[in-house]
């Protein structure tokens, strides 16, 4: 698996905008991401995972989850050969709308690494982040659950003390921080306090140009990386 470019970006649709809607979106953020020397993640719900990885060339396709359930007997799971083989390059763990147990969480990142998929996994706390990183993800979203889809974002000492808690047990693993994210100013201060990557859901879906958002969240990245350069 090749190094994940920093610092990244996360088109996040949720299960907002399916289809053609969705695909419209992903277009754009594809043209988008095609001159930009960072990765632009993009992830869609299960049913359109294969058409949006195969009209697009410059998104890292993501699912919103996955099953640790190998090929064979298991209704209504995800395998993650079955993500794979439809294009899918990462998977969500552990997000605060689909958490899991610890013990599924390692069975389910082991399973993405027999599959070279990335893992993008969630913690809503400086704890639940130390914890995690134990088990070396590729990224960990640092996401306080009760700031999702408030347009309120992590202040700065939070950032600060999960960058570095984090960072000390294992300086190799991408931090994102998301909470909040709704306009290209947030992206902007969210990188330069420090950030490895950061990512958007309701801020773009419900914006009243997504396309556009999506186009200013990625340029005041690139403006971020030339002001800390």
Not at 55 to 80: E, F, W
Not at 95 to 110: F, G, N, P, T, Y
Request: glycine share 6%.
């Amino acid at each position: 698996m090749r190094k994940i470019r920093t610092p990244f970006f996360m088109v996040n649709p949720k299960s907002y905008l399916y289809g053609e809607r969705l695909l419209k979106l992903a277009k754009a953020a594809d043209e988008f991401a095609k001159d930009k020397d960072f990765d632009v993640f993009f992830t869609a719900p299960f049913v359109d995972l294969r058409m949006i990885a195969e009209n697009t060339s410059n998104l890292i396709v993501t699912a919103q989850h996955m099953d640790s359930l190998k090929a064979g007997r298991g209704m209504g799971y995800i395998v993650p050969e079955a993500l794979a083989e439809a294009g899918v390059k990462a998977v969500f763990l552990n997000h605060a709308e689909h958490s899991l147990k610890v013990c599924e969480l390692v069975k389910v990142m082991q399973r993405a690494k027999e599959n070279g998929i990335y893992t993008v996994v969630c913690a809503d706390s400086v704890k639940e982040a130390q914890a995690i990183a134990m088990l070396k993800p590729d990224i960990l979203l640092c996401e306080p659950t009760e700031l999702i889809g408030t347009g309120n974002v992590s202040d700065k000492s939070y950032i600060e003390a999960t960058n570095n808690a984090i960072r000390s047990i294992d300086p190799e693993i991408l931090i994102m921080q998301a909470a909040g994210i709704s306009t290209g100013k947030d992206v902007y201060a969210t990188i330069i306090s420090g950030a490895d990557g950061t990512g958007c859901t309701s801020g773009i879906v419900c914006a009243d140009d997504p396309e556009g958002m999506v186009k200013e969240m990625l340029d005041a990245i690139v403006q971020a990386v030339k002001d800390k350069a």
